[in-house]
T-cell receptor
């Protein structure tokens, strides 16, 4: 079946331009995450969507970053006035929300990642 | 102390060797633990979950030590194809469904 898809796969832009990155999660997955990964670094959490709840934006590094998720499916990450330090691979992941009864507050299911968008800001 | 810490490596081992990685976590109330694998310039993929009783999947064994707050991954009879970065993932309680990823441990298996 179809996995998580992201577009574009590569994006080269000039400093100061705005960019939009798209993520198509697996159908039926209610949870959607955005991360970014710089060369040789770990995953940096950006934003989390779960169903119709307000997104958790606690990882967004500045107000130049924003994200939407329309109709509980496709998500768009927008970076305004890009800077060179924004250069990274932006990864999207989706998962099926699942509660673990008896494990209070613990709810996690396997995250399926897209192939990422490699953003280069010149 | 970082929430999730891993030795970045690289661990450079010959084919057939046994290699083990540890990952420490700071939140003693952490509930769920996982190992993901990330190949070079690829996305992470789930390798295995880590259960309290430990679990084994072929050549791979994962263990959880709650007292010392670490999880481990043991790979036996290493293959060239095991070369990758192994990411430790910890999920914490308290309503947060955002897992914390370690920075990963790099494994290089050579002939």
């Amino acid at each position: 079946g179809a996995g998580v898809s992201q577009s574009p796969s590569n994006k080269v832009t000039e400093k100061g331009k705005d960019v939009e990155l798209r993520c198509d999660p697996i159908s039926g997955h209610t949870a959607l995450y955005w991360y970014r990964q710089s060369l040789g670094q770990g995953l940096e959490f950006l934003i989390y969507f779960q169903g119709n709840s307000a997104p958790d934006k606690s990882g967004l590094p500045s107000d130049r970053f924003s994200a939407e998720r329309t109709g509980g499916s496709v998500s768009t990450l927008t970076i305004q006035r890009t800077q060179q330090e924004d250069s990274a691979v932006y990864l999207c992941a989706s998962s099926a929300f699942q509660d673990f009864p008896g494990l209070a507050g613990s709810s996690y299911n396997e995250q399926f990642f897209g192939p990422g968008t490699r953003l280069t800001v010149l | 102390r970082k929430e999730v810490e891993q030795d970045p490596g690289p661990f450079n081992v010959p084919e057939g060797a046994t290699v083990a990685f540890n990952c420490t976590y700071s939140n003693s109330a952490s509930q769920s633990f996982f190992w993901y694998r990330q190949d070079c310039r690829k996305e992470p993929k789930l390798l295995m979950s880590v259960y309290s009783s430990g679990n084994e999947d072929g050549r791979f064994t994962a263990q959880l030590n709650r007292a010392s707050q670490y999880i481990s991954l043991l790979i036996r009879d290493s293959k060239l194809s095991d070369s990758a970065t192994y990411l430790c993932v910890v999920n914490n309680p308290g309503g947060s469904y955002i897992p914390t990823f370690g920075r990963g441990t790099s494994l290089i298996v050579h002939p």
